[in-house]
């Protein structure tokens, strides 16, 4: 079963910074915190991931709470790309897939 | 980043048919693959765990018998969907596991999918 809870959908505005939430309250001292994300008709793509410090790359910044209870994934200027479902995913070994958010990018 | 891929992208086949799709890892070795099946608006199910050179661990529910896998190398895991029905139909995605040198987790990479479409 999946261990995240992630909300169903969300828009944001093109240009704006997307924020999206994730609970993993059951997350384990060994299980990194990994977000994908999958245009539709493709495979996921790897977005980042991390422990417990926040994490920065050129796609996305990850922020996770000191007790490691949720995280939220920001794109800090959304495009129309961006448009996608994005998975929160707490990874040891294999991954489960929850439902994901489906971001919508608004013109 | 690691690349994986699939063939084919897309198949149409005919009911009773056995299709085989291959998952390719291009650029790593990945003892371990995952293989996962996605119905329209749905979520990623995994169905099953290849380990290079053993047998596959298969998600509760999954049929073995209907759903082969075979990982004999290294850098392939196939997929062999047998005596195919029309709700066999589905996204069938793969990915690659690559033990990160020197870290404890596994990064884990996806192909881009297969369409398959029984008749």
């Known amino acids: 079963d999946a261990k995240t809870t992630q909300p169903p959908s969300m828009d944001c505005a093109e240009g704006r910074a997307a924020n999206l939430p994730c609970n993993h309250s059951?997350?384990?001292?060994?299980?990194?915190v990994y977000w994908y994300r999958q245009i539709h008709s493709q495979g996921p793509q790897y977005i980042i991931h991390?422990?417990?410090n926040n994490e920065t790359n050129e796609m996305a910044s990850l922020i996770i709470t000191e007790d490691r209870k949720s995280s939220t994934l920001i794109l800090p200027h959304a495009t129309l790309r961006d448009t996608a479902v994005y998975y929160c995913?707490?990874?040891?070994?294999?991954?489960?897939f929850g439902t994901g958010t489906k971001l919508q990018v608004i013109p | 980043g690691a690349v994986v891929s699939q063939h084919p992208s897309r198949v149409i086949c005919k009911s009773g048919t056995s299709v085989k799709i291959e998952c390719r890892s291009l650029d790593f070795q990945a003892t371990t693959m995952f293989w996962y099946r996605q119905f329209p608006k749905k979520s990623l199910m995994l169905m099953a765990t290849?380990?290079?050179?053993?047998?596959?661990?298969?998600e509760q529910g999954v049929e073995k018998d209907k759903f082969l896998i075979n990982h004999a190398s290294l850098t392939l895991s196939t997929l062999t969907v047998t005596s195919a029905h029309p709700e066999d139909s589905s996204f069938y995605i793969c990915?690659?596991?690559?033990?990160?040198?020197?870290?404890?987790?596994?990064?884990?990479?996806f192909g881009p999918g297969t369409r398959l479409t029984v008749l």
């Open positions: 990915s690659a596991n690559e033990q990160a040198f020197g870290t404890k987790y596994n990064e884990q990479f």
């Open positions: 991390g422990l417990k």
């Open positions: 995913i707490v990874q040891y070994q294999k991954v489960t």
């Open positions: 059951t997350i384990s001292g060994n299980e990194y």
């Open positions: 290849s380990n290079e050179g053993s047998k596959a661990t298969y």
